[in-house]
């Protein structure tokens, strides 16, 4: 069983910075995958970032270039740095971890980021 626990989400100013963590426990299978998805109120849940078992990214057009997703296995950390903080990125943001052979996935239970002036 994999859990995952989020940090780093806060209160930012427009054009700010700020870097989320995940941090993974437990059996943690090598071939896998991870991502960042995001929800605002009243909206659907929305994938952010993803990263593959081979390293490859991928980004949601709207955090395209502003922000970058990474990982380091040795401490079992998924990183999410954000960058240009706009009012529309503000959203619970949470760690995703899908096992690629059974599909299984398992959910950190988010951290709240708010981007205002």
């Known amino acids: 069983q994999v859990q995952l626990v989020e940090s780093g989400g806060g209160l930012v100013q427009p054009g700010g910075s700020l870097r989320l963590s995940c941090l993974v426990s437990?059996?943690?299978?090598?071939?896998?995958?991870m991502a960042w998805y995001r929800q605002a109120p009243g909206n659907q849940r929305e994938l952010v970032a993803g990263?593959?078992?081979?390293?490859?990214?991928n980004y949601a057009d709207s955090v395209k270039d502003r922000f970058i997703i990474s990982r380091d296995n040795a401490k079992n950390t998924l990183y999410l740095q954000m960058n240009s903080l706009k009012p529309e990125d503000t959203a619970v943001y949470y760690c995703?971890?899908?096992?690629?052979?059974?599909?299984?996935?398992?959910w950190g239970r988010g951290t709240q980021v708010t981007v205002s002036s």
């Open positions: 437990g059996t943690i299978f090598n071939v896998h995958s």
């Open positions: 990263i593959g078992n081979d390293g490859r990214t």
């Open positions: 995703n971890y899908r096992n690629v052979v059974t599909k299984l996935r398992s």
